[in-house]
């Protein structure tokens, strides 16, 4: 069965940078679209970005366009989600989703 395992956050002070990583199996990850996907305390499931199985064509909510970008590396079945520039109002809890399968997510908080 399709198998997402989220790592890489933590805390981090604004304008600081982490990288995100989702370990997949279940699936045939080269030929599959991804999203990352991040809920806010309090509030509801946000998508973030997206990349479609060549990889050339991410797509980002305008909050992080710029700021964030999405990858895959089809050898290692991994998709990842770099972040720069981090501010107080990217804390979430970051999930990478494929055709409505999830992780258990990763903690991303931004705090001075």
């Known amino acids: 069965q399709v198998q997402l395992v989220e790592s890489g956050g933590g805390l981090v002070r604004p304008g600081g940078s982490l990288r995100l990583s989702c370990a997949t199996s279940?699936?045939?990850?080269?030929?599959?679209?991804m999203t990352w996907l991040r809920q806010a305390p309090g509030k509801g499931l946000e998508w973030v970005a997206h990349?479609?199985?060549?990889?050339?064509?991410?797509q980002y909510i305008d909050s992080v366009n710029g700021r964030f970008t999405i990858s895959k590396d089809n050898a290692k079945n991994t998709l990842y989600l770099q972040m720069n520039s981090l501010k107080p109002e990217d804390t979430a809890v970051y999930y990478c989703?494929?055709?409505?399968?999830r992780g258990q997510g990763t903690q991303v908080t931004v705090s001075s």
């Open positions: 990349i479609d199985s060549t990889g050339r064509r991410p």
């Open positions: 279940g699936f045939t990850f080269s030929s599959g679209p």
């Open positions: 989703d494929y055709e409505s399968a």
